[in-house]
């Protein structure tokens, strides 16, 4: 994202001292400008505004489901760089219009954990989901169910990661810090999602922790080298 100070708006914060609402550009997580608006108090996102053009944003209208981008004034971050906080339990984010992939996809996730509970529902909707954990990722989709499929490295609490997770021809392979786990799944099943961070009213496999970022695609990337390496270089993640 382009922190100019001319770039479109990238997130609406509410705080909580009087439950008022505003938009912030990316160089505004950077300049103070949030933690000014917020003053002593807490900030937590109502709005992650999607960049690509299509405004499909991540949304939500519940005060108290809503993650945090503020804590007691200062702004959240991990590894020195600004991020979102999601708490576990019931927070999360919403898309505006429900995202389907109905055959290749290639989807990027900066994030770190503070815990895993059972599992971590990434994306879902319904009985649809893509879900994963320190040790392993499970895709249900369009009924479609093969359990785990195990990866090769574990994650860890409070630490960096870029976890990406592609299909190509069915095939569904996850990688973790631009190494593609050696471990696949088969599932031609439609994926579909309308929630970020949770599944439904589940509370117990909800992310605790913090994301940076969310990039998707309806198509594999060729250029997933690229890509990794450009996100890398952006966070320092590996």
Not at 189 to 217: C, H, K, M, P, V
Not at 220 to 231: E, L, Y
């Amino acid at each position: 994202q382009d922190i100019s100070g001319t770039n479109p708006n990238v997130v609406r914060v509410r705080r909580s001292i009087d439950n008022a609402e505003q938009d912030f550009k990316a160089i505004d997580t950077l300049n103070g400008a949030i933690e000014t608006f917020c003053g002593v108090g807490g900030g937590f996102v109502s709005v992650w505004y999607d960049q690509s053009g299509s405004g499909n944003d991540l949304v939500q209208t519940v005060a108290g489901e809503q993650p945090r981008i503020v804590a007691a004034g200062s702004i959240e971050t991990f590894g020195g760089f600004p991020a979102i906080r999601n708490l576990g339990g019931s927070y999360s984010l919403d898309f505006s219009t429900g995202v389907d992939f109905a055959s290749d996809f290639s989807i990027y996730y900066p994030v770190s954990h503070t815990s895993f509970g059972t599992a971590v529902s990434f994306l879902a909707q319904g009985g649809t989901y893509l879900r994963y954990s320190a040790t392993f990722f499970r895709a249900v989709f369009g009924g479609t169910d093969n359990g785990n499929t195990l990866f090769d490295t574990t994650l860890s609490t409070d630490t960096k990661y870029l976890l990406s997770f592609d299909r190509a021809s069915n095939v569904i392979t996850a990688n973790i810090n631009g190494s593609d786990q050696s471990n696949t799944d088969t599932n031609a099943g439609l994926f579909e999602t309308d929630q970020l961070f949770r599944r439904g009213t589940n509370t117990t496999q909800t992310l605790s922790g913090y994301a940076y970022e969310l990039i998707g695609y309806n198509a594999t990337q060729a250029k997933k080298s690229q890509i990794i390496d450009n996100i890398n270089s952006r966070y320092n993640i590996f």
